[in-house]
């Protein structure tokens, strides 16, 4: 059902979408704070069916019997129930159905339903951390593996001749491997949107996208035109990763504020919503008598609020763009729930009440959440330097080898028809061989710090461009190996010979 006014008589059982625990618990969180107001049935499911989740269609459709259908509501809520392919929904839509029959009042059942639905929510999001810490593990052994292929088939180019198809084949399966890892991590974590989007949301945000849109292609732009001039690998990879760096330290700190305003902001509705409700005024002056100083990261954004609306600018969009420019999803969405059940008639200290119990309590599991992606960002990148490492060893062996043997084996043609007949592959190599043999190490070094890096981002699940940022660090890290491994490897094979 993709509008309210579809008739559900038209719709089949496909047309709903599955409702997630996290929608689930918006909506009953949307739903009591308007139901707390004292406002009709009818405008409670109309209100209803205008949320911002996927289970508003379901009220919609009860709206569309009752309104075009003449279904009573119990009725309409067991109908539409009876229909839905989501478990939680059907379920609730059938309790709602009895306690519309019985007469229950409507605000006390939602915000008792909005509790319960809070601890399956957090029952399903600590499952969910539980299956993404198990494949997290899983993505560091699928890397592992994938390096161990080819270092093995780089040294067997040793013993035998080097098949060019094979390896390629080889690469190009390994980078499918990892990325299907990280397509995994993607599925196993949590699904949920932390941000605004970026052009909308806080100042970091967006002085982050545009770094983004300058500094990507004039790190592409330079990185190749470097490579061009003949400047060492190392050299290349580490000013291409200093280049994006800003963009993901920009990052970063945009999403660490990000996160302390989701903490603050809890306590923040319960403090306005009081002091508007023990003072007997509006959220208009009740923010200029609230103590900002309780509140260090949102402070600039209250302030803001407060004085747009000091200036007479309409409270609605004065709220809404308090939501998008604090950066956060969550803000944005909780903001104009509280903003619009206060306006409605609901008593601020009940709404603040309502909406910081949803807020507090999504904030706690994304704590728990950035423990397990922090604990397996540490890992990968720790895992992708030594992979960087071990790669260019087996690498600068292969080439200091092939230079050995191409220094020992004798140059006259002569003397070669008469020596021994030799099988060893090594001497094979051309330098076309070893400039390919470097191509493939550095293409599957960079491609598995790509898909480390995205692995990190789904694990983390917050502001994407701080992507870069591991990606960043791991470029760096391998255009230092590529300075300093050669030489080390060179060291040790003249110190053994």
């Known amino acids: 059902m993709s509008s309210s006014k579809s008739s559900p008589k038209h719709a089949s059982k496909n047309s709903f979408k599955s409702v997630s625990p996290f929608d689930m618990f918006y909506q009953l969180t949307y739903m009591s704070a308007m139901a707390a107001s004292g406002i009709s049935r009818a405008k409670v499911f109309e209100i209803a069916s205008q949320s911002k989740s996927d289970a508003a269609m379901y009220f919609a459709a009860v709206n569309t019997l009752v309104d075009e259908f003449r279904y009573d509501y119990p009725e309409a809520c067991r109908a539409i129930g009876l229909k839905s392919k989501s478990d939680n ?12 029959r019985s ?37 560091s052994s699928i890397v592992m593996s994938v390096a161990l292929i080819v270092i093995i088939q780089v040294i067997s180019a040793m013993i035998y ?63 190749v ?7 060492p690998l190392g050299w290349v990879l580490i000013i291409g990763a200093a280049i994006i760096l800003p963009i993901g330290v920009i990052s970063l700190r945009s999403d660490r504020k990000t996160t302390k305003k989701d903490v603050e902001f809890s306590t923040f509705l319960r403090s306005v919503g009081g002091m508007a409700t023990s003072s007997g005024t509006t959220l208009k002056q009740a923010l200029t008598k609230i103590d900002l100083s309780s509140f260090p990261y949102l402070e600039p954004d209250i302030d803001r609020l407060s004085t747009r609306l ?74 992708q330097g030594v992979v960087a490492v071990i790669m260019i060893f087996v690498l600068s062996i292969v080439k200091n080898f092939s230079d050995m043997v191409t220094t020992l084996m004798p140059a006259n043609t002569d003397s070669l028809s008469t020596a021994p007949a030799m099988s060893l592959g090594m001497a094979q ?50 255009g230092v190996s590529f300075l300093v491994v050669p030489p080390m490897v060179a060291g040790i094979l003249a110190g053994a010979v």
């Open 225 to 231: 035109s470097l490579g061009l001039f003949g400047l």
């Open 89 to 100: 929904i059907k379920s609730f839509l059938l309790r709602l159905s009895d306690a519309l």
């Open 161 to 223: 001749s080097m098949n060019v198809t094979v390896m390629g084949g080889l690469v190009f399966t390994g980078v499918v491997m990892a990325g299907f890892g990280a397509w995994i991590i993607y599925r196993s974590a949590p699904q949920e949107v932390m941000t605004v989007k970026p052009s909308l949301g806080s100042m970091e945000q967006r002085r982050a996208l545009s770094l983004f849109r300058s500094l990507v292609p004039a790190a592409v732009v330079a990185t």
């Open 310 to 383: 000091q200036a007479l600018v309409e409270p609605t969009v004065c709220w809404h763009k308090f939501g998008l420019e604090s950066g956060s999803r969550l803000i944005s969405e909780v903001s104009d729930i509280f903003y619009g059940a206060v306006k409605i008639g609901g008593e601020p200290e009940r709404v603040g009440y309502l909406c910081s119990l949803f807020t507090a309590k999504t904030t706690q599991l994304r704590a728990k959440r950035r423990l397990t992606a922090g604990t397996f960002s540490g890992l990968a990148t720790v895992m």
């Open 429 to 478: 190599f051309t330098p076309e061989d070893l400039a390919f043999l470097t191509g493939i190490t550095v293409v599957m070094i960079l491609m598995l710090g790509l898909v480390s890096s995205a692995a990190m981002i789904f694990s983390d699940g917050g502001y994407k461009l701080k992507v870069l940022l591991y990606l960043s660090m791991l470029v760096f890290i391998c």
């Open 103 to 139: 007469g229950e009042p409507l605000a006390d059942f939602l915000a008792r339903e909005a509790e319960v639905m809070s601890e399956d929510y957090e029952n399903g999001y600590e499952r969910d951390l539980e299956s993404l810490k198990q494949w997290s593990n899983a993505f």
